[in-house]
């Protein structure tokens, strides 16, 4: 799951990002309401959902709400701001924010307005994806393949595992590239090694293969990958 968190406070910023990163989030943090809006624009489709500080440098978290409103983008917002009057709530609810929390708060009911959010969210993911036999439980981290024999097996995958097979898993059967893979599975300002992603493939790979599910991701030369739902059944 990916957010985009639009914030200047530096301190604040960065510990929202912490402590998303541990509850498994992909976090992109941008401290500038111009560059997020850039960013919008370009891969707006990666994100599950958005925080916005009110008061950014450049472009305003209430008139980045407009914008994507505007475009007709339904990518959840979370606005974040000292601003506690009846009048502010309301303009930045009328501006497009799907929730409302006021400066300062405790982390918890941070996360806690997030998880509403997916909830209401046409975006919002059940606890389980499931592609044939091929089951990914987004409570505990794992995958399970439900073997023709009857008999099933579970396993446990890291945090960049997890979300390379759920990236497949919900666009079976299509040819996703190496980049989108790095768009998916990294922030903007992580360091990304060049064959990073081939190194993840090999692993999630080694993992499907000890659940029986060969031949599951295949290779495209000089395009991608692809997930073949065919061989999940």
Excluded at 18 to 41: F, H, M, N, P, Q
Excluded at 121 to 127: D, L
Excluded at 162 to 186: A, D, G, T, W
Aim: hydrophobic letters at 40%.
């Amino acid at each position: 799951m990916k957010v985009l968190l639009v914030e200047d406070e530096p301190d604040l910023g960065a510990s929202i990002q912490r402590k998303l990163s541990k509850e498994k989030y992909i976090v992109d943090w941008i401290l500038d309401g111009t560059e997020a809006w850039i960013c919008l624009e370009n891969q707006w489709t990666e994100y599950t959902l958005a925080i916005f500080d009110w008061l950014l440098p450049g472009i305003s978290g209430l008139e980045l709400c407009k914008r994507l409103r505007v475009h007709g983008n339904p990518l959840p917002v979370l606005m974040l701001t000292a601003k506690d009057s009846m009048a502010d709530k309301v303009a930045g609810l009328d501006a497009g924010a799907d929730d409302y929390l006021v400066k300062p708060f405790g982390m918890a009911e941070l996360l806690a307005r997030l998880r509403a959010l997916q909830r209401r969210s046409p975006q919002f993911q059940p606890q389980q994806l499931q592609v044939g036999s091929l089951i990914l439980d987004y409570g505990s981290g794992t995958a399970c393949y439900q073997q023709p024999n009857g008999n099933s097996q579970v396993i446990s995958l890291t945090k960049k595992e997890f979300h390379l097979l759920e990236y497949f898993m919900k666009r079976p059967n299509q040819i996703v590239s190496r980049e989108q893979l790095l768009s998916h599975l990294y922030t903007l300002n992580a360091e990304r090694i060049s064959n990073v992603v081939a190194a993840q493939i090999r692993l999630l790979r080694r993992k499907l293969s000890e659940l029986g599910c060969d031949g599951f991701i295949e290779t495209i030369p000089s395009m991608g990958y692809r997930f073949n739902s065919s061989d999940a059944n």
